[in-house]
C-alpha cells in the first residue's frame, strides 16, 4: 500500500517560488491500476516524481507500508528505487548504441534477473534482440521501454504519458500489453495521463487540478484497451 499524507512541493526561489502541490494526500492499493488525470500545470507529473522517489516533497510523508521513503537519504532512496519501482515515459530513453538485448538486460542487471528474455518475448520483440533503437519503430520502442522496467520485477510501475507519442494502433497495443502484464505479474500501475479515455481502463482515478486533487473515485467496470475512445 502506497499512503501520500500532505506532500507539498515548489520550485522556484525563496520568495518567488511556485507552489505546484498544495497538500495532497492520496492511498493506492496493492495491484491498482490508478490513473492520475488533469490539465497541463495541474502537478500531476510533479505527483507522480514524488509518489516514485525521483524527487523529495517539502513537506508531508510518503509511505510504502510502513517505509517512509521522505525519511531516506539520497543513496537510501536510489536504493529503494532500485528495488522497487520501474518507470516508463513518453520519451522511451533507450541507449542508441545497445540493441535490444543489452537495453533490457540493463534493467534485468539491476537484480541480477538473468531471465529477462522471457519477458521481451512477452512484448513481442522476441526476433529483434539484436536490433537497434533506431531500426525500431516508435512503439516497438516503447516496447523496448516495457520490458526493460519489467525486467527489474518492480512492485510498483509508474508511467508518465506511455502513449503519448504513439499513434492509436499502436497506443492501444502498448496498454494491452501493459495490463496483460499486471495481471501476470500482480504490480501496482500508476498513470499520468492527459487522456480521459485510458482513465476507463484503471480501478482507481485520480483526477486533480492546480496543484491539489479535486476528485478520486473507483471505477467497477473497467474497459480494455480496445473499448475505450482514442
Not at 65 to 71: L, R
Not at 85 to 92: D, L, S
Request: glycine share 8%; net charge negative; with cysteine.
Amino acid at each position: 500500500m502506497i499512503r501520500i499524507n500532505d506532500i507539498t512541493k515548489s520550485y522556484g526561489a525563496k520568495g518567488n517560488a511556485f507552489q505546484v502541490l498544495k497538500g495532497v494526500s492520496l492511498q493506492i492499493e496493492d495491484g491498482d491500476f490508478a490513473v492520475i488525470l488533469g490539465p497541463s500545470g495541474s502537478g500531476k507529473s510533479t505527483l507522480l516524481n514524488l509518489i516514485s522517489g525521483l524527487e523529495y516533497p517539502d513537506s508531508g510523508t510518503i509511505m510504502y507500508d510502513s517505509k517512509d521513503i521522505t525519511a531516506l537519504s539520497d543513496d537510501e532512496l536510489t536504493l529503494f528505487r532500485k528495488n522497487n519501482v520501474g518507470f516508463i515515459f513518453q520519451q522511451y530513453y533507450l541507449l542508441p548504441n545497445l540493441n535490444v538485448d543489452k537495453n533490457v538486460k540493463m534493467g534485468a542487471d539491476l537484480i541480477n534477473n538473468s531471465d529477462y528474455k522471457k519477458i521481451i518475448k512477452e512484448v513481442g520483440l522476441g526476433e529483434k534482440l539484436n536490433k537497434f533503437p533506431s531500426e525500431l519503430s516508435g512503439g516497438e520502442q516503447q516496447r523496448v521501454s516495457i520490458a526493460r522496467a519489467l525486467a527489474k520485477n518492480p512492485k510498483v510501475l509508474f508511467l508518465d504519458e506511455p502513449t503519448g507519442a504513439l499513434d492509436e494502433e499502436t497506443g492501444r497495443m502498448i496498454l494491452n500489453y501493459i495490463v496483460s502484464l499486471q495481471k501476470e505479474y500482480n504490480f501496482t500501475v500508476v498513470m499520468v495521463t492527459h487522456n480521459t479515455n485510458i482513465a476507463e481502463m484503471a480501478n482507481v482515478i485520480i483526477q486533480m487540478n492546480s496543484g491539489k486533487i479535486t476528485e478520486t473515485y473507483c471505477n467497477k467496470s473497467q474497459k480494455t484497451a480496445y473499448e475505450i475512445g482514442w
